[in-house]
Structures are given as structure tokens and as C-alpha cells.
């Protein structure tokens, strides 16, 4: 792995993170659990909102949640690029 992808990889792992904190700041769940409420909690969403069927809801949630680090680490590793190339 090269230092384009790692700050690809530390981008997409921060965003999701945030992504995490964002949707459980208000909960008193422990920090473990954060994972799985926050897959919980945007398939609700997406369920509620649109009301489509659950196994859709929940599908279309992994999708969400895979496109949010696939971007972040696509924008991370660009953006070093662009500042290793300045350097």
C-alpha cells in the first residue's frame, strides 16, 4: 500500500466515524454498539421516509453506507495527490 491509498483508507475511516458520531450523539448506548444502530437507524430512516419494503430499506442502507467510504477514500486519496504533487 502506497501513501496515497493509506491517506485514502484514514479519510474513509474518519468519515465513517463522524458519519457514526453524528447519528449517535444523543444516545446513551456504549460506543460498541455504534456501529449496528447507526446500520439500524438509517434503514428506519430509509423505510420510514420512503416506504419501501424492509429487506429494500435495508439493502439500500449498506449501499448508502458503502458509497460514503468509497467516496471519502476516493476524495482522500485525490486530495493527497494533490498536495503531494505541490510538494
Same mark, same amino acid.
Given at each position: 500500500?502506497n501513501?496515497?491509498?493509506?491517506?485514502?483508507?484514514?479519510?474513509?475511516?474518519l468519515?465513517?466515524?463522524?458519519?457514526?458520531?453524528?447519528?449517535n450523539?444523543g444516545?446513551?448506548?456504549?460506543?460498541?454498539?455504534?456501529?449496528?444502530?447507526?446500520?439500524?437507524?438509517?434503514?428506519?430512516? %430509509?423505510g420510514?421516509?420512503?416506504?419501501?419494503?424492509?429487506?429494500?430499506? *435495508?439493502? @439500500?442502507? !449498506?449501499?448508502? =453506507?458503502?458509497? %460514503?467510504?468509497?467516496?471519502?477514500?476516493?476524495?482522500?486519496?485525490?486530495? *493527497?495527490? @494533490?498536495? !503531494?504533487?505541490? =510538494?
Open positions: 500500500m501513501i496515497r491509498q493509506g491517506a485514502g483508507v484514514v479519510t474513509a475511516m468519515a465513517i466515524v463522524a458519519f457514526m458520531t453524528l447519528l450523539s444516545s446513551t448506548i456504549p460506543m460498541v454498539n455504534w456501529p449496528v444502530e447507526t446500520y439500524m437507524g438509517l434503514t428506519f430512516t %430509509i420510514w421516509l420512503s416506504g419501501v419494503p424492509n429487506w429494500l430499506a *435495508y439493502m @439500500l442502507a !449498506a449501499v448508502v =453506507l458503502i458509497l %460514503i467510504v468509497v467516496g471519502f477514500y476516493k476524495m482522500g486519496s485525490w486530495v *493527497y495527490g @494533490l498536495i !503531494a504533487d505541490k =510538494l
